[in-house]
């Protein structure tokens, strides 16, 4: 039997301007997980607790995994084949058939409800490591990032990958984004194994730690939002002269800011981490006004608003248009009183805190 694990993730800055490649971004695991499974079977199977009555068999041909019949897993499919595809190149026989389960904490149990703490990352991330020791290979966490990245590129998926990064390294990461177009190109050029063992262009994985007497506070919103949608909401948008203009400058302003709050958090210095929070809320704020998009809605506000009150600093994490507000507190009477606020409004404090490598 193999265990893995992946945590979910949070943006406390750089969101938006990170989906293009260099741009920096701070991502935090957080402690509540995606399991998966897996064991040498006679039968390959896919399970999830996101559809609890549904099984689906898969067999082998030529070596490959072929499902038995259309099935909404193709995101743990291709994480399958994706560290298969690897291991082959290594001289490693795929030959067996093996059963998958996965169960999530990432989302709320009973309802069902996504929290936005990146699901499909996550289990991108706990399928990779899962097979990678299925067929005993170091689970190392560039090469999980990687593979993670692949797998979600093969099946279209659009994003910065900030995600896989989290929930790879664990901890605070600073991320810089891998340019996707020079990826896809050597994607058609080089074998998989000449992929992962080459520096890739834009990427950059850095870990961080928060200033001493910061801690993280996460509040849910009671909403749920699509990132996919509201980026690709956003990217169409581009098309104008104005919009590109709104973006360019985000794009600069964003960079400067994230990469004083990475220098800030190296030199261990709570003011100017303070200072970047702040400053990172308003410029999504005048980027959502200039682009026409929901980032920060009324009940986000509503969050960093109680948060300011009592001394925090506070914004949306993510995508926005729901879901999370982040919030950095300085003591435990801060953050019991910005709770209590919180709930009086509904605002659903979340038991998270940073998730480190072990």
């Given at each position: 039997?193999?265990?893995a694990?992946a ?9 938006y ?11 935090a ?17 896919i ?21 038995d ?25 795929t ?15 009973q ?52 995600d896989?990064a ?7 990461v ?5 340019d996707?177009?020079w ?44 990132t ?8 169409s ?7 590109e203009?709104?973006?360019r ?16 958090c ?69 953050k ?23």
């Open positions: 039997m193999i265990e694990s945590p979910g993730k949070l943006y406390l800055a750089g969101e301007a990170v989906v293009e490649a260099g741009y920096p971004a701070v991502i695991a957080v402690d509540q997980h995606l399991f998966v499974r897996l064991k040498q079977a006679e039968t390959g199977k399970h999830s607790t996101q559809h609890p009555d549904l099984f689906v068999t898969w067999s082998r041909h030529d070596h490959h995994i072929c499902p019949a259309p099935h909404p897993y193709q995101l743990i499919t291709s994480s399958m084949r994706v560290v298969e595809d690897y291991v082959r190149t290594l001289g490693v026989d030959e067996t058939l093996y059963q998958i389960e996965i169960r999530s904490d990432l989302d709320d149990e309802s069902g409800t996504k929290y936005g703490l990146g699901s499909s990352g996550a289990v991108t991330v706990g399928v990779v490591k899962a097979v990678l020791a299925y067929y005993e290979q170091a689970v190392v966490p560039l090469l999980v990032y990687k593979l993670s990245a692949l797998a979600q590129l093969r099946i279209g998926m659009t994003g910065s990958f900030g896989l989290a929930s790879s390294f664990g901890g605070i600073a991320y810089h984004s891998v996707r177009t990826l896809k190109d050597m994607m058609e050029h080089l074998t998989i194994l000449e992929l992962v063992t080459q520096d890739w262009q834009g990427l950059s994985v850095e870990s961080l730690d928060l200033p001493d007497g910061l801690d993280l506070l996460v509040g849910w919103t009671g909403s749920a939002a699509s996919e949608q509201l980026v690709a909401d956003m990217q948008q581009l098309g104008e002269d104005e919009k203009a709104v973006h400058q985000f794009l600069a302003s964003n960079r400067t800011c994230v990469e004083r709050l990475i220098r800030a190296h030199e261990n210095d709570r003011k100017i981490v303070r200072e970047t929070i702040v400053t990172n809320r308003k410029q999504l704020q005048e980027f959502s006004a200039g682009m026409g998009i929901v980032i920060e809605t009324p009940q986000l506000a509503r969050l960093c608003q109680l948060a300011l009150a009592q001394g925090a600093v506070a914004k949306s994490s993510g995508a926005g248009g729901g879901d999370c507000g982040i919030c950095l507190v300085d003591s435990p009477k801060q019991e009183k910005i709770t209590e606020a919180w709930e009086e409004v509904g605002i659903i404090p979340l038991p998270l805190s940073i998730a480190y490598r072990e």
